[in-house]
């Protein structure tokens, strides 16, 4: 479902429950539109996470690792000031709205006591996340600047009032549900009834309507299973489903939403697992912007180049026609006078068939014909050379194209890595900066059923260290055939089928394959891999591979991220 006003309301209880009373111990800005909060309760740090995100606003406990920039952002600096050390009153929701309010009490540099209200607004682009005055209703700082020529019915600068968005002509559902019973009736169709529901109630998205929607034309009481359905938000089961063209998540098992079903412990955690690859890829590409940059020029250079020596080629394979004019002019050379434009003579490789001949005028019949063998000699040498280029560009091609499928399944702490490889093989120049130490990611850690130990290389070198440097040679050694993807090792010498193909699983999903059914994974034991002198970071060569098909699941990779009770 989306993170509608429904949502928002289990969310808010679910934060309220688990945060109110602790206190905010350290405040993070690790990307432009997102703040992490850790705040301490009952003896525990929780990080939370306040999204003003586009397309991912949202409020959660999150686990997820981020990397703080070096130096914070004004507005981290800001909140930093006004609420370390603060305590967290309570967290509310406003009506049924996509509104948190999180009241903060704490004391300001002269030692009183201050209230203030952090405001996270999630409403798409128009996301965003305020800290505001209590008393005065000011607001103190906002992540989004708006300037006032682009938001004409509130300003969305520091100093002015905070204003709620307009407020739309609908009824909060937890007060009311007037004009649903005649909705039932008047709208038998349940996409009608959907519709009007979504209109009419505060909170709903489309899901959630459609949802709504089939649960009261359900046999009984029409208004009894909403009322249920309603307060089901407030004690929820969350879940993920795996559909067959996507994957939802839910905060309880829902009619309209169907498909293989995984159960978490909270809606945070459940999220962490839904948002880990979509949020992860985003963060990725505001980070990686150079890093992509210059796999497009290169892939498109290379691209270029090869189409365009793919046509000198092409060309080369006429050289035999050439050939062939030429011995026809050096035999006919009697017929032919200087002056002459053309001429046409009996082809004696195609049973006499006449050719015409192209001649120029300022050469004589020795020259035209001596003209022709020298453009045959230059095609027929080109031919080597234009193979040895093409084939040249085209593994250029091959290794940007895995990078960029290496970018698409990084992290953000990965694009560093990706980015020094490219400046190792110098496609990137280095910035004259203070030397710093560069950090060594290391590969991602799963696990099989049965426990076994499976490591994923995210980047070329953390291939590289895996694959040729960390990896036993017996262990078994995992990659998509023929596609784009992560290196993957099991760290054992005899793993079990199971295994086998949850480190397939691994391997299908983290590739360039991700979306694909029938994925092709080799696997062979590490000892036979081999990486030939001069080849860039991650490439290795192999023979006696077994080839399996899997389709990649985001459940299955989910629950390979946790360690099994054995």
Do not use: C
Not at 96 to 112: A, T
């Amino acid at each position: 479902m989306a993170f509608d006003g429904l949502f928002t309301h289990a969310m808010a209880r679910e934060l309220n429950d688990t945060l109110a009373g602790g206190r905010i111990m350290k405040i993070h800005q690790p990307y432009a539109n997102e703040i992490f909060l850790v705040v301490r309760n009952n003896r525990h740090n929780y990080p939370v996470l306040l999204s003003a995100h586009p397309m991912f606003a949202r409020a959660q406990i999150s686990d997820i690792k981020y990397k703080n920039p070096q130096t914070a952002p004004n507005f981290a600096m800001m909140l930093r000031k006004h609420l370390e050390g603060a305590q967290l009153i309570r967290i509310e929701q406003v009506e049924n709205d996509r509104i948190l309010r999180f009241i903060v009490s704490g004391r300001n540099e002269l030692g009183d006591e201050e209230h203030t209200v952090l405001i996270l607004e999630m409403m798409g682009r128009h996301s965003n996340l305020f800290l505001v005055d209590e008393s005065s209703q000011k607001i103190i700082d906002l992540i989004k600047h708006v300037p006032a020529d682009q938001n004409r019915v509130r300003t969305l600068m520091p100093g002015a009032r905070y204003v709620q968005p307009p407020k739309q002509d609908v009824l909060n559902p937890y007060a009311t549900l007037d004009g649903l019973a005649n909705f039932i009736l008047d709208y038998p169709d349940q996409a009608d009834l959907a519709k009007a529901i979504q209109g009419h109630f505060q909170g709903f998205a489309r899901d959630s309507a459609r949802e709504l929607a089939a649960v009261v034309q359900n046999e009984g009481d029409a208004m009894a299973h909403a009322q249920a359905w309603l307060a089901h938000f407030d004690t929820p089961d969350p879940q993920l489903i795996e559909t067959e063209k996507s994957l939802q998540f839910v905060p309880f098992p829902w009619e309209t939403v169907t498909g293989t079903a995984k159960h978490f412990e909270s809606l945070s955690t459940m999220l962490d697992a839904y948002y880990e690859g979509k949020s992860e890829r985003d963060r990725v590409q505001q980070q990686a912007g150079i890093v992509l940059r210059v796999i497009h020029n290169e892939l498109k250079k290379n691209k270029t180049k090869i189409k365009k020596q793919q046509a000198e080629l092409a060309a080369a394979d006429q050289a035999d026609e050439f050939k062939v004019k030429g011995e026809l002019l050096t035999t006919y050379m009697h017929q032919i006078e200087r002056g002459m434009t053309e001429i046409e003579l009996p082809n004696y490789y195609e049973n006499n068939e006449p050719m015409q001949i192209q001649l120029s005028n300022q050469l004589n019949p020795s020259q035209n014909a001596q003209r022709y063998f020298t453009r045959y000699n230059k095609l027929k040498a080109s031919v080597k050379y234009l193979n040895e280029q093409i084939a040249l560009a085209q593994a250029e091609v091959d290794y940007f194209e895995n990078l960029q499928a290496q970018v698409d399944i990084a992290s953000p702490k990965d694009i560093e890595e990706i980015r020094q490889e490219l400046i190792q093989e110098g496609y990137l120049r280095v910035q004259k900066k203070k030397k710093q130490k560069p950090q060594v990611s290391q590969p991602e850690k799963f696990y099989a059923s049965d426990g076994t130990l499976i490591e994923v290389g995210k980047n070329n070198l953390q291939n590289e260290r895996l694959s040729m440097k960390t990896a036993q040679r017996s262990d078994i050694w995992l990659h998509t055939k023929d596609i784009p993807g992560s290196h993957v090792i099991i760290h054992d010498s005899e793993p079990s089928t199971q295994t086998l193909e949850e480190g397939a699983q691994l391997a299908a999903y983290f590739s360039k394959a991700r979306d694909s059914a029938n994925v092709p994974v080799d696997y062979l034991p590490v000892r036979r891999l081999r990486k030939p002198n001069g080849a860039k970071p991650g490439f290795v060569i192999f023979e006696g591979q077994t080839t399996m098909t899997v389709t990649p699941s985001a459940l299955v990779v989910q629950k390979l991220r946790q360690k099994p009770e054995i």
